[in-house]
């Protein structure tokens, strides 16, 4: 698969050219790695890794992790909701760590349901594992060609020649790719993303709006965020943790089926951005003042313009500082963490919730074990929320 740019308007997309790869599952088992194991390690954390990938299959060495990775791929079809992780924080700020944040919450996940494997196979649940990140790249558009024949190289060094010169290398790409693959083999399964900061999920909700509007969906976003992401771009750059939301804006026509709840640090007033990009907010004071009407507003909202599915973005900086400081950019007077699962329990209720994401979390930025611990914690009880509410199983 070779992806190029194209202007359309002010966001940039991706056309998809023919892919040298005729079957879908050879290219995903590819371009994806094992659960755990998007991050490079050689020496330090491999063993820790391992040991996560042998938990998460159930498996006891690493060959055996490789081929229930390639089992899983070939499950797909017969998924209802899968788990992807995309640890990459090269599209955030200046405070790094959330490229760790996957592989803390599969860790605190096995440690809050031991028996995670077998309960997920009973929910129709696949966990497709992580898209491969080289902490220096972000997106293909970025890079020179003599850059990505080098990296292309470096990733798909067993892949044909021929082959390797279509790969997507950088995260967001890659993980852009993989999702237009999965979604044309289970076009209605719902994905759930771990990252990585939240530009990682662009590309997520980008495949998901075309594989949902081909089916004549009219899919909202909502977002439970202390920052707008509302940027056209940022220091130059197109697609980071700043921008990921106008660009998914402008991909739903700026007609308010972008719902941002929780905001609370911003240069500009809700009536800024309400007004000029078409965004609807509901702001962190308004919603802590009175809860239960903010939900009703939130459901309400959706119902106005007509959604009749959701993706639920969850970056763990909506929440107050209080509950959630591993993170790179935590605030304080945030949401409580009742009113946020209150908010997927809702979509859930009405059968609107199609995919989500728990992004941001970052566990070397917290103050102490105890702060990195209560943010973990929290971002597990969040993922099993989202996917009880996805799936109508409990987790």
Known sequence: MRTRPARRGRACHVEVVPSVLVDPKEELRTILRPAGAGLYLVSTGKREQLALQQRLYGVADESAVTAAFEATIDRIEQARA????????????????????????REGLLEAVPAFTEKAREIGLVDLGDVFVVPQLLH??????????????????????????????????????????????????????LGGDHSTAYPVVKELL?????????????QSDAHTD????????????????????????????????GIRASRFDRGHWETSLGARQLWADECNRDEEAALAEVMSHLERVGANSVYFSNDIDGTDEAFASATGTPEPFGLRPDFVVALIRALGQKS??????????APPLGEDASARKTTVDLAVRYLRETLTAVLGAPL
């Open 210 to 222: 075309a594989a949902r509007t081909k089916r004549g969906d009219r899919l909202a976003v909502v």
């Open 230 to 261: 509302l940027l056209a771009e940022r220091l130059g750059v197109e697609h980071c943790f700043a921008t990921w939301s106008f660009h998914i804006n402008d991909a739903l026509g700026r007609d308010g089926r972008l719902v941002q709840v």
């Open 352 to 361: 609107l919730l199609v995919g989500g994401d728990v992004m941001e979390v």
């Open 140 to 193: 293909d558009t970025m890079l020179s060609e003599a850059q990505l024949e080098r990296s292309r190289r470096a990733i798909y060094p067993n892949v044909a020649s021929h082959v390797r010169a279509t790969l997507p290398v950088s995260p967001l790409s890659i993980a852009e790719r993989a999702m237009h693959l999965v979604f044309s083999l289970a076009p209605t399964v719902a994905p759930i993303a």
């Open 82 to 105: 899968f788990v992807i992780g995309i640890p990459s924080d090269v599209g955030a700020g200046f405070r790094r760590g959330a490229n760790l944040g996957p592989q803390a919450i």
